[in-house]
């Protein structure tokens, strides 16, 4: 284990629980001393055995040079890196000339909002896509070696080529991440007032731009190429909807707007909708459609604990849950989704306990 | 209450609950009887007394056009509209020459995934911010019963001028849903294997991406205005940071990426940080730290239900829960906020009754 923040550590830590042995190595003693201390493995010794895998999990600017010299320093042993850019770490050590036949890839798609070694779990990877990125010129020992990894943390392995990889990340984290930071960064210049309007809308969309500016600034110029080319295409997207608000600004009314430009916009929503649509559910693709029962909550201690195991004595199985809040008023509402045959009967059991339902 | 929809009866729904007679009327005549049906009152008869107060709920693109003729058609009346933009609305009262003592312009910050009159719920605005916009030459009288009908269905009233809610709405609402809208348009041209490796973040950005285009296009044609000037602005952003990855991937390697591609990166993230930190919390305003825990929650019926239970049963008070759910695998894993000093104590109970914990 070379890197023992977040991600190294939860590596050591589901490694050691499978009675694998671990060796820790960071350029941050403290690192290492936490790591150990969260039983995530044991500091390197110079007189430990000669390690079979070598995992990398350095902060992206630096993972292509800690590649390389773990390969040099560990001459039968196999190195992978968890960074969340693939391309660049490939193109510098085929740069540098590195032989990779002992190197394959790795992204594992797991995170937490806190970071560093006293964050890591076990169980961090488990349920998780697991990409595994074989530059093409690795060993089939070596690859297999990277994949039982994945498996034995519990992640589930997933082979891209390094340029699908990033490409894939681009839509469906980088330029996420960025729009909601875009979305964020506009609310500095809004009025207080405007902002006590806020909805579950504007908090969901922003929730990632709280995210670390140091990590994100990293990942971001790692994976210029790719997010580049997704954000040149979103901001073509973006210049039709503003041509269509000029004009209908412009417009004396709603009835003067060129028919154009309403469809315009509607064809922009519709393409949101498609989108959306393509995102996996819970199971996998098949997306579920669950009956959603809205229930009234006092802000008081207990209370929603009492819906909750209130909920759990009816037996019902609840699917999801997705609170509200509103500003500055002492009630919220538990959006509580069911399997649709199970709804009459939880708004039934609430209604009899007293419990403001909404269907 | 004209116009009977999800939101006018809703209001008929709350009205009547507070013993208030309310006359129904749509051109839809089964959105009237569907109104009636769920009890927010009685189809509007020619013989009926004069209402004292009208409330529009029309779709955005008619309002002006209806609210005027309830001015003309009930000369004692005050009358409301309920139209998600204002300054359209009040601006085409004014061209039309209209007298406006008895008009005030309403925007209750509600609704609902569901629409229609079968979605209505009485309590649909309670601790809901209510915008009451005064054109200027309202009665106080007026205002005061548009005032009073937002206190009687239990939201906050919030006085603003038309332009300021205009401006408000663009950027907490209009410009996030556009902002979902154009990340999850961009899915449509993705790779299925990029899908599955979609997390939470992109399942928050985009939820509201799922929006009804038709109702959006309206929304956003009605505030064109406002919603064109914060697009412009973030489009300037976003230009610094398309600007930002083309010099970043110009560039042979991270160490050679200028030094100001980097900070321009970087000050954009650190803005969407300080931008989301605006949001009031659920305590409108003051935000409040919580613990998360998190636990591995198998994806068997019931026990999501189980764990709920047993958190009810610990007396611990739940300030937050969010699901996450991994494609293809049967683990979800469930994040619960509680107070820092309960979060040891529901630790400790949940990990001795079997559950996977992690802090």
Same mark, same amino acid.
């Given at each position: 284990m070379v890197g023992t923040g977040l991600l190294g550590a939860s590596v050591g830590l589901g490694l050691t629980a499978h009675g694998v042995p671990v060796q820790l190595a960071d350029p941050s003693r403290t690192a290492v001393a936490l790591a150990r201390d969260v039983g995530a493995g044991q500091p390197a010794r110079d007189d430990d055995p000669e390690p079979t895998l070598v995992v990398v999990a350095a902060p992206p600017d630096v993972i292509a040079q800690v590649v390389a010299a773990e390969l040099a320093a560990h001459p039968a042993a196999v190195v992978t890196d968890v960074a969340s850019v693939k391309g660049h770490v490939l193109a510098e050590l085929r740069a540098a000339g590195?032989?990779? $036949?002992?190197y394959v890839g790795s992204h594992p798609m797991a995170g937490r909002e806190r970071s560093g070694?006293?964050?890591?779990?076990?169980?961090?990877?488990?349920?998780r896509p697991w990409v595994i990125v074989d530059?093409?010129?690795?060993d089939a020992d070596a690859v297999l070696a990277v994949r039982s990894l994945a498996v034995d943390l519990g992640a589930v392995p997933v082979a891209m080529a390094a340029a699908e990889h990033d490409a894939a990340v681009a839509a469906v984290s980088h330029v996420p991440q960025l729009a909601a930071t875009l979305v964020a960064a506009r609310l $500095?210049?809004?009025a207080p007032a405007a902002l006590d309007l806020a909805g579950q809308g504007l908090r969901d969309v922003t $929730?990632?731009?709280?995210?670390?500016p140091a990590l994100w600034t990293s990942i971001l110029a790692g994976n210029a190429g790719a997010v580049h080319r997704e954000l040149v295409e979103l901001r073509g997207d973006l210049d039709v909807v503003i041509d269509a608000l000029a004009q209908a600004e412009r417009a004396s009314g709603p009835e003067t707007v060129a028919p154009g430009v309403l469809a315009a916009l509607a064809r922009t929503l519709s393409a949101g909708n498609a989108g959306v649509a393509r995102i996996p559910g819970?199971?996998?693709?098949?997306q579920r459609t669950y009956a959603l029962v809205s229930v009234l909550v006092p802000d008081t201690p207990g209370s929603l604990a009492s819906l909750l195991a209130l909920i759990g004595d009816a037996e019902v199985n609840l699917e999801d849950l997705a609170l509200e809040h509103a500003a500055g008023r002492p009630v919220g509402i538990a959006n509580v989704s069911v399997l649709p045959e199970s709804a009459d009967r939880l708004e039934q059991v609430l209604t009899e306990h007293g419990w403001k339902v909404a269907r």
């Open positions: 590195i032989d990779l $036949r002992r070694p006293s964050a890591a779990v076990p169980d961090l990877f488990v349920g530059p093409g010129d690795a $500095r210049a809004a $929730r990632i731009a709280a995210s670390d819970k199971h996998g693709g098949s």
